[in-house]
């Protein structure tokens, strides 16, 4: 896949999981062509991928070049004047929408402050049916009419999309922040808190729907539920299912080049209740003692995370509580905050509240005061407006008393880790669910070391690693490939199928295909059939025309199996040294 539109991610191997989230939107953005697919909001809070699911759903409709044009727009977090937002609102979307046009990613990179360039882009281009449009934007912003100009801006895509009868996606992100940062005035003066309301028309047209996201939940909730009721459905970005949570830990082991310990990914996975953001900060840490071939080391990283100054976990959810408690700066809003979190697993009453922590306020008050601290996601709203919630995740509730909880009792930091330890004794109780799953583990465990020998060390030692090889070309050698992943089909391709290892090497090259199977079954020819023709889907994908298929099966293979696959051409080895671990902090081999 091509990156059209840059990713904040970073390098796109880190994108992890949210399979279930990205076939459902892709399905979603299939059906815009039938004007059947109503405006959404993703809600989830800061740093859980949202940006990069909707980043990289822009990338695949823009990849696919169908009839769907999709469009990306980020709300920034600071003040503008409207004149300003809608300027930039607009020509973001011309150049996006040339680009999509004309397969060309240098528009990507033109100035959003410059109307001549885009009309001359458009002209150039052969997309005149929009010209009128940007100039009357143009005459609206030299008059300095900031409404007519939002007004231009905003319908644009719909407009758009109706002219050529085709579809535009809008992805706004942040949407939450239009109501907050934007402004009538060019001195930033005059806030307008209602800017949302302005789309109440616009989100219903299904030839442009709206996919937004907020990372204030109950913020962008509030303010659609009141300014654009019935608009938009919700829905909620939840923690990684537990295999994807194991997916990301080694992709980041791999790209990050720190090692794991095969014992370590179901605690890591355990202990962030898959929570992508913590397991990233986990990798970035800046904790001096960090290492995850020990439960110590796991545990020391996540409380550095949890207590420090210096954590990136306390810091992100410092940020909802600082906005919590500029709006209900007291003790009692600390107060109801630790209860509730405390008692997360159940629905408290506002009654319950008043009574146990002795409340001297009026009902009124108080639910004014919890109003707040769920508009700052750091409490939640019950199954009715009389009941509250804390928030469902044990490291949220951590970082709080880290912070707040010697102001109301005494604290002592060494709870965390005895509560961290217990947390992780409970894990690994769970013997018999654990041995089930490590089935799993030691499969995507044994992809990842034999990634790491592909990267590091076969090329410099060819002969050894061909040596525990069988059936290899005669003019094979390995190389220094491009790229090496374990291979998804892309999301809604049929026939749908994963490939364990890829690695890409140059067109003149043996690019490798492996199937691993760390287990003591041995391999059938109808997993090698499966094999094969998983291979095949995948050569077709990325054109390619030299490869290699190999297995590793750590069970070896039956008899008819390598016939078969002597036939087809297949390399295989059950050599152990491909498991041996690279760090001298990790077990020699995997399963001692």
């Known amino acids: 896949m091509q ?8 390098n796109p191997d880190l994108f992890t999981g949210r399979k279930k989230e990205l076939a459902y939107f892709l399905n979603w953005t299939d059906r815009i062509k039938q004007e059947i697919s109503q405006s959404t909001a993703i809600l989830s809070r800061r740093k859980t991928g949202k940006t990069a699911l909707l980043q990289r759903l822009y990338n695949l409709t823009f990849q696919k070049n169908d009839t769907v044009i999709p469009f990306y727009f ?11 937002f809608s300027r930039e609102f607009l020509l973001t979307f011309i150049y996006q929408y040339v680009a999509f046009k004309t397969g060309k990613q240098e528009y990507f990179r033109y100035s959003r402050s410059n109307y001549s360039r885009a009309l001359e882009a458009m002209k150039k281009e052969k997309l005149d049916y929009l010209c009128h449009l940007v100039e009357d934007a143009e005459l609206a912003d030299r008059q300095e009419k900031a409404d007519s100009l939002w007004d231009i801006a905003r319908n644009l895509p719909r407009l758009a999309a109706e002219h050529t009868d085709e579809r535009i996606l809008q ?5 939450q922040f239009l109501n907050r940062y ?9 806030r307008i808190g209602n800017l949302a309301g302005s789309y109440l028309g616009t989100a219903e047209y299904k030839n442009a729907p709206m996919l937004v996201s907020g990372s204030w939940v109950g913020w962008l909730a509030r303010d659609i539920l009141k300014m654009l009721p019935g608009r938009f459905l919700f829905h909620y970005l939840e923690n990684l299912p537990e295999h994807e949570a194991v997916e ?40 001096p003692e960090k290492d995850f071939t020990t ?16 954590g990136g976990i306390k810091g992100t959810w410092m940020e909802y509580v600082s906005y919590a408690l500029e709006e209900a700066n007291d003790i009692h809003a600390k107060q109801i905050v630790l209860y509730l979190s405390k008692h997360r697993k159940r629905e408290v009453g506002r009654d319950e509240l008043s009574e146990k922590l002795n409340l001297e306020m009026s009902d009124s008050e108080l639910e004014e005061k919890l109003k707040i601290l769920v508009k700052a996601d750091i409490i939640e709203q019950g199954s009715s407006n009389f009941d509250y919630r804390g928030v469902p995740d044990n490291i949220f509730d951590k970082v709080f008393r880290g912070v707040y909880q010697k102001e109301i009792r005494t604290f002592d930091p060494k709870d965390i880790t005895k509560e961290y330890k217990a947390l992780c004794e409970k894990l690994l109780k769970n013997n018999k669910r654990l041995r089930g799953e490590y089935s799993r583990y030691k499969g995507a465990f044994a992809e990842f070391l034999i990634i790491h020998r592909l990267r ?9 690693f061909k040596s525990v090889m069988q059936n290899l070309p005669d003019d094979f050698e390995f190389t220094e490939y491009e790229r090496i992943w374990s291979y998804n089909s892309p999301p809604l391709y049929e026939p749908e199928f994963q490939t364990d290892i890829f690695a890409k090497a140059k067109e003149d090259e043996y690019s490798l295909i492996w199937e691993v199977k760390n287990r003591k079954a041995k391999f059938t020819v109808k997993e090698a059939g499966d094999f094969v023709k ?34 087809q051409g297949i390399a295989w080895t059950s050599d152990r040294r491909w498991l041996e671990n690279h760090s001298e902090k990790l077990p020699k081999r995997l399963g001692n």
Request: with cysteine; glycine share 6%.
């Open 182 to 190: 934007i402004f009538r005035d060019k001195s930033c003066k005059d």
């Open 295 to 310: 439960e110590k080391g796991l545990i020391g990283t996540l409380e550095f995370e949890t207590l420090h100054r210096e």
């Open 248 to 287: 990301m830990i080694l992709k980041y082991s791999h790209l990050e080049n720190i090692p794991v310990a095969e014992n370590i990914i179901p605690l890591m996975a355990g202990l962030t209740e898959g929570n992508p953001f913590y397991i990233s900060s986990l990798f970035r840490s800046k904790y």
């Open 456 to 464: 590091h060390e076969a090329c410099k030692n060819n002969e050894l």
């Open 74 to 84: 980020e709300i920034k977090e600071s003040d503008q004047w409207l004149l300003d």
């Open 534 to 567: 998983k291979a095949q889907e995948l050569m077709k994908l990325e054109k390619i025309s030299k490869a290699v298929l190999i297995v590793f099966s750590a069970g070896g293979f039956f008899k008819n199996t390598l016939e078969y696959m002597k036939k």
């Open 171 to 175: 992805i706004i992100d942040e949407f």
């Open 3 to 10: 990156i059209w539109l840059k990713e904040k991610i970073g």
